[in-house]
């Protein structure tokens, strides 16, 4: 089996990456700001029913800063690099997320290459695809890009330019070999407390912390364990060399749709959570996007959005992350 490095081994989709990687009998070792998170990462272990034995080591290691990567990345045959900041609440600065993500995606890119890692899978995301002017029939496909001079908020200007910064650097020659994953909403069973910032709309949703009348808000919907999947097949099938591949379960979901789905199926444990939305605007902010490529490419086969909402929600109840109801 192979030796691979996992960045961010403390996040939402680097845990079920992790996990996934060591039930397949890779050895796997992964980074982390502060090693002394990696108790942390091991309960999550833990939760996902994984045997890390000797298979899971930690190193430190910065995407601000150089040092710890060359170490990282040594000896490594692949890399999924899914560290990249995603923060609740936009920074005024745009600056603040697109120099770490980008500087970041660089050099593990470089600490690859001087490692001969045989190929880095990227974790990039839709914001990196659909967000230019609003194409009211058009579905998106990995030919599709969100331009870099469209007025989006610095997420999607972050993982846009980090991504386009990745591709240009293997084009240059830049070794090694990269493959990019492109997830919509990820959604699915939390390993721990670190959720992300889609599961914290299950969470809010859950607690009552949005407003009675939900607003018009649409999204893509993937499951954490099957994104994690995609990276693995993303790792080693020859056929995904230089290629990006969308991860979506299927069409897009409104707030409102996801609502109903955890009252229909939790019933008095989503007590909180609100019944009806503003009213629906003509293609407002409706996304469509299709995963027919990593479907035929990499024979890709994720669950249903629902699915991964609920199990979402569920693993939130079994960690005791929500509020208590009154």
């Known amino acids: 089996m192979s030796k691979i490095l996992v960045t961010g081994g403390s996040g939402f989709l680097a845990g079920h990456c992790i996990a996934a990687a060591l039930a397949a009998g890779h050895e796997v070792r992964t980074t982390l700001r502060n090693l002394d998170k990696a108790p942390q990462v091991r309960a999550m272990m833990a939760v996902a029913g994984a045997d890390t034995g000797h298979r899971l080591t930690f190193h430190a290691a910065d995407l601000g800063h150089d040092d710890g990567w060359g170490a990282a990345a040594a000896g490594c045959d692949y890399v999924l690099h899914t560290a990249s900041p995603f923060p609740p609440v936009q920074p005024e600065d745009p600056n603040d997320l697109i120099i770490p993500a980008r500087d970041g995606t660089l050099r593990v890119l470089r600490a690859a290459g001087r490692a001969a890692v045989r190929r880095v899978v990227l974790t990039s995301s839709f914001a990196a695809v659909g967000y230019g002017p609003a194409l009211a029939s058009h579905v998106y496909t990995e030919d599709d890009w969100t331009p870099v001079d469209a007025p989006n908020q610095p997420y999607i200007l972050s993982k846009t330019i980090a991504e386009r910064a990745a ?115 003509p293609n407002a902010n409706r996304r469509r996007s299709s995963s027919a490529k990593a479907r035929q490419t990499l024979g890709w086969s994720p669950r249903p959005g629902g699915e991964a909402i609920i199990a979402g929600a569920e693993s939130l109840l079994r960690l005791k992350l929500l509020q208590t109801l009154d």
């Open 167 to 281: 591709w240009d650097f293997v084009g240059k020659g830049g070794a090694p070999e990269l493959s990019v994953v492109n997830p919509t909403g990820i959604f699915g069973p939390a390993l721990g407390p670190q959720l992300s910032t889609s599961m914290t709309i299950i969470k809010g949703l859950l607690d009552g912390a949005f407003p009675p009348e939900l607003p018009d808000m649409w999204f893509g919907v993937v499951d954490v364990r099957d994104a994690a999947d995609l990276h693995l097949r993303a790792m080693t099938q020859p056929a995904a060399a230089g290629e990006r591949f969308i991860a979506v379960s299927g069409e897009p979901v409104s707030l409102l749709e996801v609502a109903t789905i955890l009252r229909e199926r939790l019933g008095g444990l989503a007590a909180r959570v609100p019944n009806r939305g503003a009213p629906l605007f």
